[in-house]
């Protein structure tokens, strides 16, 4: 008898000691309902963490971090307004930033920057509401800015303006709606023009002027709607102005 009632105390003693064991483990815990609480760290099958972050009510919040499968920083969120918005960077796999910005319902917002794996900015985007807004630009790799495009309500829409590398002006033309529209003008790496003329919804319009390195006028093209109505020559020269070149 006393020997049962020493079983028993046992039983109760281990019985008690196990909720108290389970609760002190405060890694990937969920509570009652199968929310996700505290701190979490995935794995793969291999046993290669994935990321690590914490949760509230099976919604996360603060610091993740994510990882490469050498175990490097792929990227870094921190987020806020009920798991809807963060702040995240990610990283090249040498460890040099690779992207900054900002999402927002799972989509990119504000403004977003890029850089190569030199930790050189090559471009910035810009979002609002979930579209493609303002200024966009890329950039050469050492500074300077090679292409400007404006958008407005996620299309292209504005000023288009491009670079050579040492900053001399390459193109310049505008966009209405998604489509070329207005005065044109393209140039050579002198700075010199090289072809000039009239875009209307995406194709060529009325007088094309073409100009020689040394600024001579070397043909003009007439179109109407993107069809070349009549030309004239008056340098003969090699093609120079290829149509990817102007059509762009």
């Known amino acids: 008898m006393v020997r049962s009632k020493h079983f028993l105390v046992a ?27 505290g ?16 949760f509230r009510d099976d919604v996360p919040y603060g610091e993740f971090r994510y990882f490469y499968e050498n175990g490097k920083i792929k990227a870094i969120s921190l987020i806020f307004d009920d798991g809807t918005a963060s702040y995240t960077k990610t990283y090249h796999p040498n460890g040099k930033l690779m992207t900054d910005g ?6 990119k917002d504000s403004i977003w920057k890029y850089y190569d794996e030199s930790g050189n900015l090559v ?37 288009w303006i491009q670079y050579f590398p040492d900053g001399t002006l390459k193109l310049e033309a505008a966009y209405i709606a998604g489509s070329l529209d207005g005065p044109a003008s393209y140039f050579y790496n002198s700075g010199t023009i090289k072809a000039k003329g009239n875009y209307s919804k995406g194709l060529r319009d009325g007088k094309w002027e073409f100009f020689t390195r040394d600024t001579q006028l070397q043909k003009t093209e007439t179109y109407h709607h993107g069809n070349l109505v009549s030309s004239e020559v008056f340098i003969e020269l090699p093609d120079e102005f290829p149509d990817e070149d102007l059509k762009k």
């Open 123 to 159: 471009a910035e985007e810009f979002y609002v509401k979930k579209k493609k807004e303002g200024e966009w630009k890329t950039f050469n790799g050492e500074g300077g800015i090679s292409e400007i495009q404006n958008y407005k309500n996620d299309t292209v829409s504005g000023n």
């Open 102 to 107: 900002k999402y927002t319902d799972k989509a």
């Open 39 to 54: 701190f979490w760290r995935k794995t793969d099958n291999a046993g290669i963490v994935k990321y690590e972050g914490r």
């Open 11 to 37: 039983v109760f003693l281990l019985s008690a000691f196990i909720p108290r064991a389970q609760t002190t483990d405060t890694t990937n815990r969920t509570d009652a309902q199968g929310r996700k609480q």
